[in-house]
């Protein structure tokens, strides 16, 4: 670096460097709540990491981030104000010291998740490829992580993949409690080597080295040289976290411990003639600037308590059938024959493709078709936008997640719904929550496309209806179709929507005919259907038993007995509204759904019939639902095991039975 550089660089790190310290006094005074993780001694690597970096490049950061987001020029005020969980805060108070973020800096978020920045840079790092503005991502991620699967996951698809990412690692010395030495068998380089990524060893606290490295490395990856793999070895001063009495740690500092980045930055400052004076100029400017920051959030307001709910969805407008676009394919004429469900979806993705430009679909051998062929052909008709991925299911989500927050539009396919485990995760703690972590700054418009039914001897890891699962998971919508009409509309409103959507498709409807609909065919997200209008008893149900409900009513029906069913079609949202006006008319409430009974979404529609629609009850509420053990594989056992028609009939006589007398009109 020439004078000027080094002496910018200088300020940046001192910039770090007196926030840090300013925050840990204020988390030990309680001005701070939560937990907090500092970076003292590692500001060389975040400022000379991104000192080159440009303004559209993105970085993915880590529980111990306030350096990276600082060095990326996030504003301290705004981060001060974010660790007090004050409004002006980056993230509005939602985020906290573990999750600060500002997309519009390049900031797609730390993460309270050892690893789980990885994968989202690597689907930033491809939806940046797509636009082709030569931007990159860094992903910045400790010695800790690398024993992660999220790691080998991500760093293998990007160098598959050939994406302009960089990893950078900043090797402190310790993971959490333990040292690094005890964590790993082989360096981080033969890793690199590993997975065909080059890799460079830096030290982490010469900010010269660090900057001249990457430097390099960013022309390397923005010059279409795929991925790299990039060591900063530094020191963790401080303890994991704030309180951390460290007695782990050996009595002083090891022998070989580096020279304090600032105190070496700054002899080197002076080799090049800049004066004590000066410096001690800018050691006053930067904590007057720390000063003022925290003077500001201290001062600033906390989140109106009524704004607790807020930035959970994106806003929902209303879906309605869409105009044709200039790449619609015609309206299908009345007289053509039934089609087949996954004919019909394969549809809707092709019509999706077609319409947008930032949709892309990704997973394993979607390329080829998939397990079921439900893509087959669309990898011809748009290349480079139905994409092979390793049996990698975190990098998969990851990437959905990642490129969904850097403006595409993908339709991830998680192979089978019992794989969920696998993944959790990056649905669970980071497509669920980023958009209300980051206080609504960002949008995930994330489909997973999945799949489940039990009925085929498929045993107990491929067939679980986990549905409640995910509905208990706030910011996630979770649809499960019925009909083939259905399938679509819901299919292309989750892909126009601006929320992460699980969109979970019954195997055994894939060979259920339908008319295939036409492309402008919406259906809107969380409202249900009355699929059969009736006055005797309400049967709410969802996917294939929605169907198996309808058949349940013509059986109840020869008796006398009319029942109204009612298809959810959206699981969460759940539309409340439909299912308690039924329920006013009918007085009686039946819900039947392929999954365990017990702890299953028909407990929340029951808890919403005895609250709600207490009033409305003539009976107790009835559920029909599988028993509490893991789907049998012996074609016999499974039969005993899953809930039929007989079941939800047998179900419904015993609500329309004594000692439940029907209503009388008053």
Not at 106 to 116: E, S
Request: glycine share 10%.
């Amino acid at each position: 670096m020439n004078r000027d550089e080094l002496r910018t660089a200088y300020r940046r790190m001192l910039l770090i460097r007196r926030t840090e310290e300013r925050v840990a006094v204020l988390y030990g005074q309680g001005v701070i709540p939560g937990f907090v993780h500092l970076s003292v001694g590692q500001e060389a690597v975040a400022v000379g990491t991104l000192f080159r970096a440009r303004a559209d490049d993105v970085i993915t950061s880590t529980h111990r981030g306030h350096g990276h987001v600082l060095a990326k020029g996030l504003d301290p005020a705004g981060m001060f104000a974010e660790l007090m969980g004050k409004e002006t805060g980056a993230c509005r108070g939602r985020g906290g010291s573990m999750h600060v973020a500002d997309p519009a800096l390049g900031i797609l978020g730390a993460n309270g998740i050892v690893g789980a920045g990885l994968p989202i840079a690597a689907g930033a790092a491809h939806a940046l490829r797509v636009r082709g503005s030569g931007a990159l991502a860094i992903a910045f991620f400790g010695d800790g992580a690398v024993a992660t699967g999220a790691f080998h996951e991500s760093v293998n698809l990007a160098a598959l993949w050939r994406l302009p990412i960089v990893f950078v690692c900043e090797n402190n010395g310790f993971s959490e409690f333990s040292r690094t030495s005890d964590q790993h068998v082989v360096p981080l380089s033969a890793r690199a080597a590993g997975y065909g990524v080059p890799f460079r060893r830096v030290d982490g606290n010469d900010v010269e080295a660090v900057e001249g490295a990457l430097s390099a490395v960013f022309d390397e990856v923005r010059g279409g040289g795929g991925p790299y793999l990039v060591e900063a070895v530094t020191l963790r001063v401080r303890g994991h976290y704030e309180g951390d009495q460290q007695r782990y740690r050996a009595a002083g500092p090891p022998g070989d411990a580096p020279v304090d980045p600032l105190v070496r930055a700054r002899a080197r400052l002076a080799e090049l003639g800049v004066r004590d004076e000066e410096l001690d100029l800018i050691d006053d400017e930067v904590t007057r600037t720390v000063a003022e920051a925290e003077r500001f959030a201290i001062a600033s307001p906390e989140p109106a308590p009524e704004t607790a709910l807020d930035f959970v969805y994106s806003p929902r407008p209303a879906a309605r059938p869409r105009p044709p676009t200039r790449a619609a394919r015609p309206d299908p004429d009345p007289g053509e024959k039934p089609v087949s469900t996954s004919r019909i979806l394969r549809q809707a993705m092709h019509d999706a493709l077609a319409d947008d430009p930032r949709v892309f679909l990704a997973g394993i051998d979607v390329g080829g078709g998939n397990v079921f062929g439900l893509t087959r052909g669309l990898a011809e008709r748009f290349p480079g936008r139905v994409l092979d991925t390793p049996i990698s299911e975190t990098a998969i989500m990851g990437l959905g997640v990642g490129a969904a927050m850097a403006g595409l539009r993908p339709v991830v396919e998680l192979m089978y719904l019992d794989f969920l485990g696998t993944c959790l995760d990056q649905l669970m703690n980071q497509a669920a929550k980023l958009r209300f972590m980051t206080g609504g700054a960002v949008t995930v418009p994330l489909v997973v496309r999945t799949q489940f039914g039990s009925g085929r001897s498929s045993g107990s890891q491929h067939s679980q209806s986990l549905e409640a699962l995910l509905a208990h998971l706030p910011g996630l919508t979770v649809v499960m179709p019925s009909t083939p009409q259905d399938a679509y509309g819901l299919l292309r409103a989750a892909i126009e929507d601006d929320n992460p959507v699980i969109f979970i498709e019954n195997r055994l409807l894939y060979e259920r005919k339908g008319t295939m609909p036409p492309p402008g065919h919406r259906v809107p997200l969380g409202e249900a259907r009355i699929a059969r209008p009736g006055t005797d008893l309400t049967i709410v149900s969802w996917s294939r038993m929605a169907l198996l409900a309808l058949e349940a009513a013509q059986v109840l029906a020869a008796e006398g007995i009319d029942a109204e069913v009612i298809d959810l079609r959206t699981v969460t949202p759940l539309d409340r509204r439909t299912v308690l006006d039924s329920l006013a008319r009918t007085n009686r409430l039946l819900i039947a759904h392929e999954a365990v009974t017990e702890f299953g979404a028909g407990a929340e529609l029951a808890a919403l019939a005895v609250n709600e629609g207490f009033w409305s009850l003539d009976a107790p509420v009835l559920r029909v639902g599988a028993p509490s053990a893991p789907t049998p594989y012996s074609p016999a056992l499974e039969r005993a095991w899953i809930p039929d028609v007989n079941d939800i009939v047998t179900a419904a006589r015993r609500l329309m039975q004594d000692p439940y007398p029907r209503r009388r009109a008053s």
